[in-house]
């Protein structure tokens, strides 16, 4: 496969690695030296370019879990691929859905949703604050997904505009005060999953969650242990992330 103007390419040469979308004429510029994109593009990925000072980068296309881990900006704390992934599929959601989103924060979770509605399927992003929602749109340009998402700048307090979604995901601080709301705009039947970092938010998530008549009420936390791959001594890794965040996930009817 060759490389494209408009693509985002992974540049590594083992130690360091840099993620950049590729436009004729431009220079990247890194410690190792200048790498002009019109090296880049054309080339066969897996194979490799040189900085003008004569280091060796290999171009790779980025998988999604990478541009989320190191590629994109991060303005607010992001729901990671080992929670995303499974979000994803516990949603159901697959091409040509409409999903509900708020809130957007840096655009990491709306990535991988985007990534599974398309070609067809739209996000319905809704988050309060301009800067986060700019932040969001950058990282959906540079991963290749903007074309699958609406994004709209609103506190939902003041109203979802759209309705009728095949399913829902909700990360923001305070989820149980729009429960009622949220049910109001999901297809009957619809999945709806949370993320709250805290045991105390799930307390009144699930109380409000009851209180609406949403049925399938699951709790979940994913770990995820990560091990050195040394052959010799295989063993996994000294510290870990011990908590990203708890997911909810229930049925409307
Ligand atoms: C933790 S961040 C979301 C991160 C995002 N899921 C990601 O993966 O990048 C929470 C976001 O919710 C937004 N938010 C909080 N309350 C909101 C509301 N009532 N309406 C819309 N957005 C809201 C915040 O501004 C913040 O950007």
């Known amino acids: 496969m060759f490389v494209k103007e408009g693509e ?3 540049l590594t040469d083992g130690k360091n690695t840099f993620f950049i979308k590729l436009k004729k004429g431009e220079i990247f510029s890194t410690h190792k030296g200048n790498i002009k994109h019109d090296d880049v593009i054309g080339k066969e990925y897996g194979q490799s370019v040189r900085t003008h000072k004569g280091n060796k980068f290999v171009v790779l296309k980025p ?3 990478e541009i989320i881990m190191y590629g994109i900006k991060r303005k607010t704390q992001i729901i990671y691929p080992k929670d995303s992934a499974y979000i994803t599929l516990r949603l159901g959601i697959t091409s040509g859905m409409k999903v509900f989103e708020t809130g957007v924060g840096s655009g990491a979770l709306t990535i991988v ?3 599974a509605v398309k070609p067809n399927g739209v996000i319905y992003a809704y988050e309060k604050e301009i800067s986060h929602l700019k932040v969001a749109e950058e990282n959906l340009r540079f991963s290749g997904f903007l074309d699958y998402v609406k994004l709209i700048h609103r506190d939902i307090s003041e109203g979802i505009d759209e309705g009728d979604f095949d399913a829902g995901f909700v990360d923001i601080r305070e989820p149980w005060l729009f429960v009622e709301h ?6 009957k039947g619809a999945p709806i999953g949370f993320l709250v970092p805290t045991v105390n938010q799930i307390i009144k998530l699930l109380e409000s969650l009851e209180r609406n008549g949403f ?3 699951e709790v979940k936390e994913i770990l995820l242990r990560n091990y050195k791959p040394v052959a010799e001594r295989l063993r996994p890794e000294d510290r870990m992330v011990a908590h990203t965040g708890y997911l909810i996930f229930a049925r409307n009817v």
């Open 8 to 10: 985002t390419v992974e």
């Open 63 to 65: 998988t999604i879990y």
């Open 113 to 115: 949703m985007a990534n």
């Open 182 to 187: 949220i049910k109001g705009v999901l297809k």
């Open 215 to 217: 049925i399938n009420i």
